[in-house]
């Protein structure tokens, strides 16, 4: 991970750690970087970036920031206004922007924001376009040849312009409801939209497709993003769709690229669910590419063990959809996602998209004429139990001799029953040491003596 850009964006507490400048200065980089690439390819048009908002009240700040730094340097920046981050990949992608900038910081509170970058392809943007944004950020820019002290401003006829764009966002909304193969009348959904960026764009794809929708946290303020509301905080979904005696329920988060379910029952159906619901139906019609599902390391156990059973093979990436599908992109796989609800439908969007995972699960359930809860039934959840423990050094305590030999312990220990992970933060001076096994009792026995071992040698803070 770069010093600004983590693997999702730029992100920080609005005007803090991530600024209104900051955001301009993205500006300005952006829309000088794609106008030399196409000068260099001989086209003198201005270079057009797409740009989408959750509903934070600080990304009206940053979208403005980004605005004139892009046409400062001779941009043209097309405004969605507020979107989902899939959204914005799928308009990059199809309408042939040089790249997308969507302001959210996902399922964070109000007070945080973000910067994510999208390229032309509707992918997240490469690591080295990343890199010589965190260089000019740090006055150190060196690009197309030569050291730059400060990239020049577009003068006259060149200075960019801002364009309203807000039919790219109701176009993304038509292909949505184009997905859907069958119709929802009859069925009684409830959607949690987390006061963020699919208040206006779920409800309209559900009625479109003939549910009787229900709809709550769909009121943003500004300041009520992802407060008791959505994908992080199941429970009100699941309260809600008990009362409600409703058919099924989906939360998303604040830029609704996640997707969590309840079953009518009210059982969270977690992305582990989704992923062998759907690999499921995908390998039932021949449809799963490679016969692959890609996860990450932070999958259940039980989801594997669910896999063997049915036959179908299983990659397992760092966590991160970003690692979860450049493995898709680079082995063919069509199927994957993360426990925390990112599915990536990768026929579908080059991103996780949240409306788009739910009107999948409406897919199977109407296909196999199932509930949901029928159609996780087969997979069991192993009991799991996470402990964070704070380190002076990282790399130090996961490497010490003593701590290595009690993990393999432990592996051995568990055999095929279970499993162990000790792996690092990736923001914080932390080690993870997560067990997962048939028992709560045996996951906690296994953590405590991985973590005693950690404090007794010194490790901790």
Not at 203 to 208: I, M, R, Y
Not at 291 to 296: D, E, I, K, R
Request: glycine share 10%.
């Amino acid at each position: 991970m770069g010093k600004y850009f983590g693997t999702d964006g730029f992100r920080g507490t609005a005007n803090e750690n991530l600024t209104a400048d900051h955001a301009y200065r993205v500006g300005r980089f952006l829309g000088w970087y794609y106008k030399k690439i196409k000068e260099q390819n001989g086209d003198a048009s201005a270079p057009r970036i797409i740009i989408g908002k959750d509903t934070r009240r600080s990304s009206y700040m940053f979208e403005y920031s980004l605005v004139g730094g892009l046409t400062a340097s001779g941009a043209d920046a097309y405004l969605l206004h507020v979107t989902t981050t899939p959204s914005v990949a799928y308009i990059s992608r199809v309408d042939g922007f040089d790249c997308g900038i969507m302001i959210s910081a996902s399922h964070n509170p109000y007070y945080d924001n973000g910067i994510k970058l999208i390229n032309g392809n509707g992918e997240k943007m490469e690591d080295d376009v990343i890199a010589l944004i965190e260089d000019y950020l740090d006055g150190k820019l060196n690009a197309f040849g030569q050291a730059w002290d400060e990239i020049p401003f577009a003068k006259g006829g060149e200075i960019g312009r801002s364009v309203d764009y807000v039919s790219g966002r109701n176009r993304y909304i038509g292909y949505l409801i184009s997905l859907g193969m069958y119709s929802f009348r009859g069925k009684k959904i409830g959607l949690d939209c987390a006061n963020g960026a699919a208040w206006n764009i779920a409800k309209a794809v559900f009625d479109a497709l003939g549910a009787e929708t229900y709809v709550i946290n769909a009121q943003p303020d500004g300041t009520n993003i992802n407060n008791n509301a959505g994908s992080t905080h199941i429970d009100v979904l699941q309260k809600f769709v008990v009362e409600n005696k409703l058919d099924a329920g989906f939360a998303y988060d604040g830029d609704a690229d996640r997707c969590l379910c309840v079953d009518e029952k009210g059982n969270v159906i977690t992305g582990d669910h989704i992923l062998y619901i759907y690999g499921r139906y995908m390998k039932e019609r021949g449809k799963l590419i490679n016969n692959t599902v890609v996860a990450t390391v932070m999958s259940n156990f039980g989801l594997f063990r669910a896999f063997d059973e049915i036959g179908i093979d299983y990659a397992k990436t760092a966590v991160g959809d970003k690692y979860v599908y450049e493995y898709m992109k680079e082995h063919g796989c069509t199927l994957g996602g993360e426990q925390s609800g990112h599915i990536i439908f990768s026929k579908y969007a080059s991103t996780g998209d949240g409306i788009l995972t739910s009107l999948k699960m409406m897919q199977v359930m109407m296909s196999r004429e199932k509930p949901l809860s029928e159609l996780a039934a087969p997979f069991k959840v192993y009991p799991q139990v996470l402990e964070n423990v704070r380190v002076k050094d990282k790399k130090e305590a996961q490497n010490d001799p003593e701590v290595q030999a009690a993990v393999k312990e432990v592996s051995d220990a568990l055999g095929d029953t279970g499993r162990i992970l000790v792996r690092e933060s990736g923001t914080e001076p932390v080690i993870r040491v997560m067990v997962e096994a048939e028992n709560e009792d045996i996951c906690r026995t296994h953590v405590e003596r991985i973590c005693d071992i950690i404090k007794k040698n010194g490790h901790t803070v």
